[in-house]
């Protein structure tokens, strides 16, 4: 092993070999799943993306969301990495702000996508959930909520209120930042 490469690079070598690693790795890891990298390089990453996801998952299953606000950011950040598209994310939680599923609702395009109540509703119900966390991705980049994010972020919590499901925040993922409504009173 080259002993003048970075951290991240001894890691990524241990993973995929130095040879994929010189030919993918580009200075940050996001290149690895944005370029021109063999699939069978990033068949591992991927594994280990889907690992520490479900990782992440079972951390949230087994306590309060509420309480582990960072771990929820983490989540998400994975979630939402390497997509080019809007995409809207529920996370279902029980009464005790576990989580009991985390589910991708609707898929748009690069700058928007649909989201309709009623089929949120539907979901909402289908896992008895009593209260939500609400997510989607700005692949530009640019964490700052809309006026249709806000608009659509109200038309969910009087929807949910009439069934009694609680809308504890919704966050905006966009890079490797996280806005929450609920830090900025919107929720």
């Known amino acids: ?3 003048t490469q970075s951290p991240t690079e001894k890691l990524l070598a241990s993973l995929i070999g130095e040879e994929a690693t010189g030919k993918c790795y580009r200075g940050a890891l996001r290149s690895l799943f944005e370029g021109d990298c063999p699939n069978q390089d ?4 991927l594994v280990a993306r889907e690992l520490v996801y479900r990782w992440l998952a079972e951390e949230l299953a087994e306590r309060d969301v509420l309480s582990s606000p960072d771990v929820v950011r983490d989540f998400l950040r994975l979630h939402f990495a390497g997509r080019d598209y809007e995409a809207f994310v529920v996370l279902f ?3 005790q702000n576990r989580l009991i599923a985390a589910e991708e609702l609707f898929r748009g395009t690069l700058s928007q996508t649909a989201v309709y109540p009623r089929e949120v509703l539907k979901e909402v119900l289908k896992h008895g959930a009593a209260a939500v966390i ?3 991705n700005h692949p530009s980049a640019i964490g700052e909520p809309s006026q249709a994010d806000r608009y ?4 969910l919590q009087k ?3 009439f069934v009694d499901v609680k809308v504890l925040d919704h966050l905006i993922v966009a890079g490797n930042t996280a806005v929450s409504f609920a830090e900025r009173g919107m929720v």
């Open 152 to 155: 659509l972020t109200e038309q």
């Open 159 to 161: 929807a949910l209120a």
């Open 1 to 3: 092993m080259d002993y």
């Open 42 to 45: 990033v068949a591992a990453l």
């Open 93 to 95: 939680l029980d009464a």
């Open 134 to 136: 609400l997510s989607h």
